[in-house]
Nanobody, 124 residues
């Protein structure tokens, strides 16, 4: 019914920049929170940033001032602009969204969805 597809990962040198995108598609009535998480090898998935439906943002301390989350509601897309990248930013980045889904025969359903993940590697 609903899919989140990320793009934009890759290999970047330390100090470089990259922008991730995540587009939601399917039977979407509306999208509430959208966010980015990351998971490095051997660690748990952790929140990076999120943005509410009205554009309020929140960042974890280790990305404040370097990463910017934004969304385009018309395109059901969330972005993560990453600047001043460090080797410790290397991880698989996942987008997450709380989506109100149109159901064929019942009332709308609200659920959280995850993208498949995109790899970011920061290395010289």
């Amino acid at each position: 019914q609903v899919q989140l597809v990320e793009s934009g990962g890759g290999l970047v040198h330390p100090g470089g920049s990259l922008r991730l995108s995540c587009a939601a598609s399917g039977s979407i009535l509306s999208i509430n929170h959208m966010g980015w998480y990351r998971q490095a090898p051997g660690t748990e998935r952790e929140l990076v940033a999120y943005i509410t439906s009205d554009g309020r943002t929140n960042y974890v301390d280790f990305v404040k001032g370097r990463f910017t989350i934004s969304r385009d509601n018309a395109k059901n897309t969330v972005y993560l602009q990453m600047n001043s990248l460090k080797p410790e930013d290397t991880a698989v980045y996942y987008c997450n969204a709380e989506i109100v889904v149109k159901m064929p025969t019942t009332s709308p359903m609200t659920a959280r969805y995850w993208g498949q993940g995109t790899q970011l590697t920061v290395s010289s």
